[in-house]
């Protein structure tokens, strides 16, 4: 089996991780939830949700009709890997939107 991004996955890949790189500062050694308290953690959770949304990426498989990106399964798994690396505060929309 083949792992390797193909061309086009690597595409969305290097333009995912400038976004994120543009937006939020990678992985430190102490997360961010644990260096804000839970109403500023909420708070800059529903920013990055918005940045996401005016970005394209906030549900990168949704048809664009309905706030989507039109997106593959695939392209969703290399946000989320590439999201990942990145100091984002994403917990309090995993499970939903």
């Known amino acids: 089996m083949d792992f390797n991004d193909t061309k086009?996955?690597?595409?969305?890949r290097a333009e995912a991780r400038a976004f994120l790189g543009k937006h939020l500062e990678p992985k430190g050694d102490k997360p961010l939830r644990q260096r804000v308290d839970g109403t500023e953690f909420?708070?800059?959770a529903k920013q990055w949700q918005k940045?996401?949304?005016?970005?394209g990426y906030a549900q990168i498989t949704w048809p664009k009709e309905i706030g989507g990106r039109g997106g593959t399964p695939m392209q969703q798994v290399i946000w989320n890997q590439e999201e990942g690396k990145f100091d984002a505060p994403t917990g309090p929309?995993?499970?939903g939107l």
């Open 8 to 12: 086009e996955e690597a595409e969305f």
């Open 42 to 44: 909420m708070k800059l």
């Open 51 to 55: 940045t996401k949304s005016e970005g």
């Open 93 to 95: 929309f995993t499970i």
